[in-house]
């Protein structure tokens, strides 16, 4: 007669494999894969805390965190949020979106104590941080449409047509480099601007 397994004893199979989310964040030296990171930048108040964590050192309390997104929601002052309005965010924070970021390996959330810290893991997300409005036309298209002009007024430029073959010789590179200077530094602007982490509110 056989006798019966000691627990851990040569077995494999003891501990239940964990699925899903799970599975990303077993290895913290594991790079998120993009659908990890588009799950965890498609919800606007983890963005938001992701937003926040940058602009503070990376580290911060459940509280004042919670307060601050309540703000940024309602569109007022720190000072001018209710406890009704900080209460629910806290609690959406606190029962979803922060063990939801820890699972993930993005943020560690310490439940007992409040305390919500960037792991290194989540410097894999940014390359996903900037954020582009919907009723916004995507920078791609833009310059596109930038070549697009740029190979149309060139082209009346050299056949002379009237009022392009006024222009001085190399009048029309001149204009071209003036858009396309111009448009790197809006880009440029719009980036800053528009990227998590970046200097006051969340970019919407």
């Not at 307060?67 to 965010?89: C, F, G, L, M, S």
């Not at 959330?109 to 009723?135: C, F, K, M, Q, W």
């Not at 047509?161 to 719009?190: D, E, K, N, Q, W």
Request: negative net charge; hydrophobic residues 35%; glycine residues 10%.
């Amino acid at each position: 007669m056989s006798s019966a397994a000691t627990p851990g004893a040569g077995s494999t199979d003891a501990t239940p494999r964990r699925t899903g989310i799970d599975d990303e964040s077993e290895g913290d030296t594991e790079p998120l894969s993009q659908d990890i990171a588009f799950e965890m930048l498609s919800c606007e108040r983890r963005r938001d805390v992701l937003h926040y964590l940058r602009q503070n050192g990376g580290t911060t309390e459940l509280r004042p965190l919670s307060r601050q997104i309540a703000a940024w929601e309602n569109d007022k002052p720190v000072e001018a949020v209710t406890y009704k309005e900080r209460a629910r965010v806290h609690t959406a924070l606190r029962q979803g979106h922060l063990p939801k970021m820890d699972s993930c390996g993005v943020v560690e959330y310490d439940a007992d104590r409040g305390t919500i810290a960037l792991t290194e893991r989540a410097s894999d997300l940014e390359v996903y941080l900037d954020v582009v409005p919907h009723d916004d036309i995507s920078w791609s298209a833009y310059y596109a449409g930038l070549g697009g002009l740029s190979i149309a007024f060139a082209t009346l430029t050299l056949v002379g047509a009237f009022p392009f073959g006024l222009l001085p010789a190399g009048g029309g590179t001149l204009v071209v480099g003036v858009l396309l200077l111009g448009s790197a530094i809006g880009h440029r602007l719009y980036e800053r601007r528009m990227r998590v982490g970046s200097d006051g509110q969340p970019p919407r």
